[in-house]
């Protein structure tokens, strides 16, 4: 895909390709939508998290609230999206042993309980070890520290996801 077929889209179709850039959030990619043209993909980039970035907290924690537990009853339901399906199964998410599902499952249920939204992480930038280790280190955060890092890890997966839909290296974004 190039920003010429991008800016061609018509608003069904841009939401249809571009709606879970950010999990579950089809509104963000219609909100973007409208300030089209793009200039490039970084230019695209920019507007999802400007987008973003002007939410009030109350709207940054929905958007988070959309992401599901890493490891967490979706995976295990099967009911995640395909994106997050590949991003889990990629850290190896998809082959813990019981012991360790239970283990993610204690702490995910510690840091929503804290936080009140999900532990957001891009997992597909690390491996299954790194997952229960940083989420047990985040759970001592500051609310105001998490929300900014748990919205920086939103960024980073729709970088990704981005740079999956324009088949380019996420390194030269």
Known sequence: MDIEKVNSMDFGEFVDVFGNVIERCP???????????????????KRFFAFVDALPQSGQEGILRCHPDLAGRELQRGTLTPESQREQAGAGLTSLGAGERLRLADLNAQYRA????????????????????????????????????????????????????????????
Not at 32 to 41: A, E, N
Not at 138 to 158: D, F, M, N, S, W
């Open 27 to 45: 509104l963000i990619a219609a909100a973007v939508w409208s300030q089209r043209p793009f200039s490039g993909l970084e230019d695209l980039e």
């Open 114 to 173: 804290r936080f009140g939204f999900p532990f957001v992480l891009a997992a597909r930038l690390g491996d299954r070890a790194a997952v229960p280790r940083e989420l047990a280190r985040r759970l001592h955060c500051p609310p105001a520290q998490e929300l900014r890092t748990a919205l920086g890890e939103v960024k980073k997966i729709c970088r990704l996801r981005l740079a999956d839909l324009f088949r380019v290296d996420p390194a030269r974004l």
